[in-house]
């Protein structure tokens, strides 16, 4: 999907907008990528204009919503195709996202971009190839890209989470200068697409599923088998698990995940909030 260029607006980034139209003081400087950079806007008193394009005042705002301009109004950055999935503001400008009020990245305490790095720098990536499995908003492949990999193959399943990838301004886009060809996203099923990639074709593997409850077939024995097959002997694997709370779910996932990954030929041990491990 080619990247939508936009404004962007939140509760908070269009504060500054309706001040000024309120003040008739004909502009200011806000944010209308997240917080990725501040642009200068003219306001008058029925519209406001932005790189020579004009866009009408938005109405009432909800917090927690990211909108963009849809026709005459603005919308949020939101579908639904079976379940409500959602770009969602965090105080660290790179937004994360839910699905049917379930957050898809930890944004409590740092910024979900940089959760992600801290992640992809334990599978060392400069000047390798890498399999991302599922590519959710491109976290991961961005901090890849920006940590000089050779290439990155992305797997993303759901079509309106690529959707939200077009509108996300911290998403990597494909086509830009700074990927420079080295980032393949693919729209599919890694569960599926993985048995047609070549034996030991990744020199590291990232691995962000759903919860197990919502894709178990990614935390599979035969899964891990395939993730192993693909993965040159010593590469590194990082598979998210999260934290779940024992107590009330019964289970350790991150043990059972390291038990099957040392089945499927990883030494594996626990890290950050997921699994590290190489391939044996």
């Known amino acids: 999907m080619p990247r939508l260029q936009v404004p962007l607006l939140t509760l908070e980034a269009a504060r500054p907008l309706l001040a000024s139209r309120d003040a008739g003081d004909g502009g200011c ?9 501040r642009s200068r806007v003219e306001t ?4 406001w204009t932005w790189q020579g394009r004009a866009f009408p005042y938005p109405g009432k705002l909800r ?3 990211i909108y ?13 195709a079976g379940s409500l999935i959602k770009l969602v503001p965090t105080p660290w ?19 979900p971009l940089e959760d992600a790095r801290r992640k992809v720098a334990l599978v060392q990536p400069r000047g390798r190839t890498v399999l991302d499995t599922c590519g959710g908003l491109g976290y991961f492949a961005a901090c890849c890209l920006e940590a000089g990999v050779a290439r990155i193959v992305s797997f993303e399943k759901n079509e309106s989470v690529l959707w939200l990838r077009t509108l996300n301004p911290w998403s990597p886009d494909p086509e830009s200068a700074e990927a420079g060809g080295r980032l393949e996203l693919n729209h599919g099923d890694v569960s599926r697409a993985i048995a047609g990639l070549p034996d030991a074709s990744f020199d590291a593997l990232l691995h962000d599923p759903p919860r197990f409850g919502i894709a178990g077939e990614l935390y599979s024995q035969e899964f891990y088998g395939q993730l192993a097959r693909v993965l040159r ?5 990082f598979h ?3 934290s779940p709370n024992r107590l009330t779910s019964g289970r350790d996932v991150p043990r059972e995940v390291a038990k099957r990954l040392e089945k499927a030929g990883f030494r594996a041990e626990l890290a950050l909030d997921g699994v590290l491990a190489t391939r044996r």
């Open 29 to 37: 400087e806000l944010s209308l990528d997240l917080g990725r950079s």
């Open 44 to 47: 008058g008193p029925g519209e």
């Open 63 to 65: 917090d927690r919503t």
């Open 68 to 80: 963009y301009p849809d026709g005459d109004g603005w919308e949020p950055v939101s579908r639904y």
């Open 93 to 111: 400008g790179a937004p994360t996202f839910e699905i049917d009020g379930i957050k898809m990245l930890p944004t409590a305490k740092e910024s």
């Open 233 to 237: 002997r010593g590469g590194r694997l």
């Open 240 to 242: 998210y698990t999260g």
